[in-house]
């Protein structure tokens, strides 16, 4: 199936997404993820389709970012470029969830021993030391992050951070719920219907979320927002949710304590 992502002209990401599509234990490394995730933690996807979707959010992020005219932080501290930058979001958005293969409470420190050694790998011959390691370690960061309590120290982190945030459409919420009760995390995460990323009309960056029913601001407050709390992208990311049409869809038919 692939992450299928729009390359453009960078030749380090497009030679990076043909070794993931060929990676076959990162693949098993997803499923892995997925089984824990969904079979025994009853929570959503957390496997390769999320992984396509952060990615795609994540480049299409930092795109939006740079083309407003912010600087990606390899540039600012390392010295590298916008292109680099675009590795880093799609590499951490491919590996940021691999810790769920282990556990799924605490997984974004998992990710990181996992990461590490695979990360080195899928870059070794695009980049050379000390480009690789800084490569490497700014991944690495962005995955940590990654978690909503955790504060982003990089543009790139933000970018992958909030893309995290972003895969809530039609029931893919991020926040764990029981599978089959009715609560405010079964229902909210059925009122979203879709998640857009835009050039901002203010800001850089333009989250446009549609409800199908107010209890999906649920989904933006409870998730995106914190998202964007602890990341350096608040200043430069506007959310507007709404909810088209005169009435609203039920989501269920009755709620019994």
């Given at each position: 199936?692939?992450?299928?992502?729009?390359i453009?002209?960078?030749?380090?990401?497009?030679?990076?997404?043909?070794?993931?599509?060929?990676?076959v234990?990162?693949?098993?490394?997803?499923?892995?993820?997925?089984?824990?995730?969904?079979?025994?933690?009853?929570?959503?996807?957390?496997?390769?389709?999320h992984i396509?979707?952060?990615?795609?959010?994540?480049?299409?992020?930092?795109?939006?970012?740079?083309?407003?005219?912010?600087?990606?932080?390899?540039?600012?501290?390392?010295?590298?470029?916008?292109?680099?930058?675009?590795?880093?979001v799609?590499?951490?958005?491919?590996?940021?969830?691999?810790?769920?293969?282990?556990?799924?409470?605490?997984?974004?420190?998992?990710?990181?021993?996992i990461?590490?050694?695979k990360?080195?790998?899928?870059?070794?011959?695009?980049?050379?030391d000390?480009?690789?390691?800084?490569?490497?370690?700014?991944?690495?960061?962005?995955?940590?992050?990654?978690?909503a309590d955790?504060?982003?120290?990089t543009?790139?982190?933000?970018?992958?951070?909030?893309?995290?945030?972003?895969?809530?459409?039609?029931?893919?919420?991020?926040?764990?719920?029981?599978?089959?009760?009715?609560?405010?995390h079964?229902?909210?995460?059925r009122?979203?219907?879709?998640?857009?990323?835009?050039k901002?009309?203010?800001k850089?960056v333009?989250?446009?979320?549609?409800?199908?029913?107010?209890?999906?601001?649920?989904?933006?407050?409870?998730?995106?927002?914190?998202?964007?709390?602890?990341?350096?992208?608040?200043?430069?990311?506007?959310?507007?949710?709404?909810?088209?049409?005169?009435?609203?869809?039920?989501?269920?038919?009755?709620?019994?304590?």
């Amino acid at each position: 199936m692939g992450i299928k992502v729009p390359i453009r002209n960078n030749k380090e990401l497009k030679e990076l997404v043909k070794r993931i599509d060929g990676d076959v234990e990162l693949l098993q490394i997803w499923k892995c993820a997925n089984v824990n995730a969904v079979d025994r933690s009853g929570i959503s996807d957390h496997g390769q389709v999320h992984i396509r979707i952060v990615a795609n959010a994540a480049l299409r992020i930092i795109r939006l970012l740079i083309k407003g005219g912010i600087e990606p932080s390899v540039v600012t501290h390392h010295g590298l470029t916008a292109a680099d930058a675009e590795v880093v979001v799609v590499l951490a958005a491919c590996l940021h969830d691999t810790g769920i293969s282990v556990h799924r409470d605490n997984h974004e420190r998992y990710s990181l021993f996992i990461a590490f050694r695979k990360a080195r790998e899928l870059l070794e011959g695009i980049y050379e030391d000390p480009a690789l390691t800084t490569m490497v370690s700014e991944t690495l960061h962005a995955i940590v992050a990654h978690a909503a309590d955790e504060k982003c120290l990089t543009i790139e982190a933000g970018a992958l951070k909030v893309a995290d945030a972003t895969d809530m459409s039609a029931g893919r919420s991020r926040i764990p719920f029981e599978a089959g009760q009715v609560n405010i995390h079964s229902v909210s995460a059925r009122a979203v219907e879709s998640v857009n990323i835009v050039k901002g009309e203010k800001k850089p960056v333009r989250i446009e979320i549609k409800l199908a029913n107010s209890a999906g601001i649920f989904q933006v407050d409870e998730l995106l927002k914190n998202k964007l709390k602890f990341s350096p992208l608040t200043p430069f990311v506007e959310v507007v949710a709404r909810i088209e049409g005169e009435t609203e869809r039920s989501m269920f038919n009755s709620y019994t304590i």
